[in-house]
């Protein structure tokens, strides 16, 4: 079975500062992408990752492609209110058709 | 706005009942999948569809069926409805399954409510 685990699950943070976001499998993905959900809507992709050891950056967030391909990371510089909501990473495996998404991160910036 | 439509926006319905959730995908694009994300819970894939055929399955329930009709619009049947199904179920596409990296856009869902 293949499972991404995000870490953390819940992270409460004042505006301005940093963070870190984590997502791990024993698997080698063929691409991961990270979404962005907010309450009641639908998932928004912000970033595909291919290349192991890849970074993307989109304003104040980074993306990382662990070099071996079974990690990756989010990071946020001097977060703001904006950027709450629910992070999504999502692995897709050689030869899968589907993606296997991780439980997701939720985020509060606190003003 | 990701180009993904789904209707209806919200169901509500009772206990046994049956429902066709419906998801038109973006211009071009040929695959559809289904998911269910539960209160607090992560997105859980159901099915997907390309061209119309089934390609993959995940864990959809027997009272749970989909299609996929020839203008690429998909619907999604959930029979004998529980409590336990309420839930958002969303729809996403993509242009080709196995490109090398799957990107796949989401509609805004439907939230069903079993009562």
């Known amino acids: 079975t293949q499972l991404l685990e995000q870490s953390p699950q819940f992270l409460s943070i004042q505006e301005g500062e940093n963070l870190t976001v984590y997502c791990n499998s024993s698997?080698?993905?063929?691409?991961l992408q990270w979404y962005r959900q907010e309450p009641g809507e639908g998932p928004v992709l912000l970033v595909t990752?291919?290349?192991?050891?890849e970074v993307k950056k989109l304003k104040r967030l980074t993306f990382q492609f662990g070099d071996a391909r079974k990690d990756s990371s989010l990071h946020i510089t001097a977060a703001q209110t904006g950027d709450t909501g629910l992070y999504l990473c999502?692995?897709?495996?050689?030869?899968?058709?589907?993606?296997?998404f991780g439980q997701g991160t939720r985020l509060t910036i606190n003003p | 706005d990701s180009g993904v439509t789904q209707t209806p926006k919200h169901l509500i319905t009772a206990t046994g009942q049956r429902v066709t959730l419906r998801c038109s995908p973006r211009?071009?694009?040929?695959?559809v999948y289904w998911y269910q994300q539960s209160l607090d819970q992560g997105l859980q894939f159901l099915i997907q569809?390309?061209?119309?055929?089934?390609?993959a399955k995940g864990n959809i329930l027997e009272r749970f069926s989909a299609q996929q009709f020839p203008d690429l619009h998909s619907e999604l049947n959930l029979s004998s409805l529980e409590l336990g199904d309420s839930a958002l179920y969303f729809c996403?596409?993509?242009?080709?399954?196995?490109?090398?990296?799957?990107?796949?856009?989401f509609g805004p869902g439907t939230r069903l409510t079993v009562l």
């Open positions: 569809y390309y061209n119309g055929e089934e390609r």
């Open positions: 990752v291919v290349t192991g050891g």
């Open positions: 211009s071009g694009d040929l695959s």
């Open positions: 996403a596409s993509s242009v080709v399954p196995g490109k090398g990296y799957n990107e796949q856009f």
């Open positions: 698997s080698v993905f063929s691409s």
């Open positions: 999502a692995g897709a495996f050689q030869g899968a058709q589907k993606l296997v």
